[in-house]
T-cell receptor, first 113, second 110 residues
Framework: EPEVTQTPSHQVTQMGQEVILRCVPI?????FYWYRQILGQKVEFLVS????????KSEIFDDQFSVERPDGSNFTLKIRSTKLEDSAMYFC???????????FGDGTRLSIL | QKEVEQNSGPLSVPEGAIASLNCTYS??????FFWYRQYSGKSPELIMF????GDKEDGRFTAQLNKASQYVSLLIRDSQPSDSATYLC??????????FGKGTRLSVIA
């Protein structure tokens, strides 16, 4: 069964450094999402992406964050200058039609030191 | 502010019993309702989805939706120790992002 894949599984970075989290959505999916989950808290929406542009973003997704689809398969989340509070699990999700279930990748655990 | 509320638990049930998980949501315009299972340190895994009032069954799982009461539930029949996890209720309206509840931790006791 097709899967959403995310790399790396764990990223450790010094505060202030830039990180790029990578995702390969399911190949025939058109809608892409990033969510995050701080330890012990709920899954929170960051941004959605369709037709090569951001379709919606949350208050969390400030100027430090950006997303890109650099080629036909990858979908990336960049955090420009990481803060301690960016430590969380980051999940990529995708679906083919926007009201259909979203399928999640295994996540990237981001640890900011 | 769209909210999804779940009892955090833990909900403890004996092996073989029925586990009943509940969820309420604030946005009356919500159209799509999802249940995800999340094991500790892992990603959400889709269990069930429901769009219309009533019941939807898939194997040991039944999702129930009551839009008038803004209430969604998940029943797990013949609960197994492997069902022990956190169950996340998520809601959206057409092409809007998923709004998740905090999840209910289920513990199935052998």
């Amino acid at each position: 069964e097709p899967e959403v894949t995310q790399t790396p599984s764990h990223q450790v970075t010094q505060m202030g450094q830039e990180v790029i989290l990578r995702c390969v959505p399911i190949s025939n999916h058109l809608y892409f999402y990033w969510y995050r989950q701080i330890l012990g808290q709920k899954v929170e929406f960051l941004v959605s992406f369709y037709n090569n542009e951001i379709s919606e973003k949350s208050e969390i997704f400030d100027d430090q964050f950006s997303v890109e689809r650099p080629d036909g398969s990858n979908f990336t989340l960049k955090i420009r200058s990481t803060k301690l509070e960016d430590s969380a699990m980051y999940f990529c999700a995708s679906n083919r039609v926007s009201n259909q279930p979203q399928h999640f990748g295994d996540g990237t655990r981001l640890s900011i030191l | 502010q769209k909210e999804v509320e779940q009892n955090s638990g833990p909900l403890s049930v004996p092996e073989g019993a029925i586990a009943s998980l509940n969820c309420t949501y604030s946005d009356r315009g919500s159209q799509s309702f999802f249940w995800y299972r999340q094991y500790s340190g892992k990603s959400p895994e889709l269990i069930m989805f429901i769009y219309s009032n009533g019941d939807k069954e898939d194997g040991r799982f039944t999702a129930q939706l009551n839009k008038a009461s803004q209430y969604v539930s998940l029943l797990i029949r013949d609960s197994q120790p492997s069902d022990s996890a956190t169950y996340l209720c998520a809601v959206n309206s057409g092409n809007t992002p998923l709004v998740f509840g905090k999840g209910t931790r289920l513990s199935v006791i052998a």
